[in-house]
């Protein structure tokens, strides 16, 4: 992951230069390389690994949607938080997210889990940790993804105004310390996995409050409504 190898949208890559040289990214990037010659299967595939970079450039962000770390299942994991590639079933949490969606916004729930047309509205789906081993959720926690995602938020506080950051969960919500309230509005609520989503989720309102938030900085909402087949 030397910032020379990394293929990445261009306005992320000039503005994580620096980060990319540091000390504890040459040190993550040995982890995984070692991790892999180990024989360990890690999600998501290392092209994937920067796609919610990639797939909502810099200069387009409008909303954060911050998740823990990757799904760690076959297949499940590439690189959106909380989204999973057409032809594979929406896991637990993604379905209570959908459920939400339905009662705030009365958007039928979808066939597939795909988020690529959020994210290509300016909503970067984010996970605190980039990867994780298979089958171990949290396994690559405090191995530096923490550090390296944490300035990715930083750089897109800092870069606009009037963004929306989505914090679901005790892990999402260590990232609203950094945030200037003034400057952008930070929705928090418990986490949407089966485990807590009955806790605060559920109810939270947070798409249609996004969505106020937006028109009334005037910025175009998002659609949260995906479309009826994923690509």
């Given at each position: 992951?030397?910032?020379?190898?990394?293929?990445?949208?261009?306005?992320?890559?000039?503005?994580?230069?620096?980060?990319?040289?540091?000390?504890?990214?040459?040190?993550?990037?040995?982890?995984?390389?070692?991790?892999?010659?180990?024989?360990?299967?890690?999600?998501?595939?290392?092209?994937?690994?920067?796609?919610?970079?990639?797939?909502?450039?810099?200069?387009?962000?409008?909303?954060?949607?911050?998740?823990?770390?990757?799904?760690?299942?076959?297949?499940?994991?590439?690189?959106?938080?909380?989204?999973v590639p057409p032809g594979i079933r929406p896991p637990?949490?993604?379905?209570?997210?959908?459920?939400?969606?339905?009662?705030?916004?009365?958007?039928?729930?979808?066939?597939?889990?795909?988020?690529?047309?959020?994210?290509?509205?300016?909503?970067?789906?984010?996970?605190?940790?980039?990867?994780?081993?298979?089958?171990?959720?949290?396994?690559?926690?405090?191995?530096?993804?923490?550090?390296?995602?944490?300035?990715?938020?930083?750089?897109?506080?800092?870069?606009?105004?009037?963004?929306?950051?989505?914090?679901?969960?005790?892990?999402a919500r260590q990232k609203a310390e950094q945030l200037?309230?003034?400057?952008?509005?930070?929705?928090?609520?418990?986490?949407?996995?089966?485990?807590?989503?009955?806790?605060?989720?559920?109810?939270?309102?947070?798409?249609?409050?996004?969505?106020?938030?937006?028109?009334?900085?005037?910025?175009?909402?998002?659609?949260?409504?995906?479309?009826?087949?994923?690509?």
């Amino acid at each position: 992951m030397a910032q020379g190898e990394v293929k990445l949208e261009s306005g992320w890559k000039a503005a994580l230069a620096d980060e990319f040289g540091k000390e504890y990214m040459r040190t993550l990037r040995e982890f995984l390389r070692v991790q892999k010659a180990n024989g360990q299967i890690i999600y998501p595939p290392g092209p994937r690994i920067f796609n919610a970079l990639d797939s909502t450039p810099l200069d387009q962000v409008k909303v954060v949607i911050l998740g823990q770390d990757p799904y760690h299942g076959p297949g499940q994991a590439h690189g959106l938080a909380f989204s999973v590639p057409p032809g594979i079933r929406p896991p637990p949490s993604l379905q209570n997210i959908f459920k939400e969606l339905e009662r705030d916004l009365d958007i039928p729930r979808p066939a597939h889990g795909c988020l690529t047309h959020w994210a290509e509205q300016g909503v970067l789906l984010l996970n605190a940790v980039l990867t994780v081993e298979a089958g171990d959720a949290g396994s690559h926690a405090k191995r530096g993804w923490e550090r390296f995602t944490t300035r990715i938020i930083e750089v897109a506080a800092q870069q606009h105004e009037h963004l929306v950051f989505i914090l679901w969960g005790s892990y999402a919500r260590q990232k609203a310390e950094q945030l200037d309230l003034s400057k952008h509005c930070v929705l928090t609520s418990a986490h949407p996995s089966p485990l807590s989503a009955h806790r605060g989720f559920l109810g939270n309102g947070h798409f249609s409050a996004a969505n106020d938030y937006l028109q009334l900085h005037g910025r175009k909402p998002i659609d949260w409504a995906l479309p009826d087949s994923a690509v």
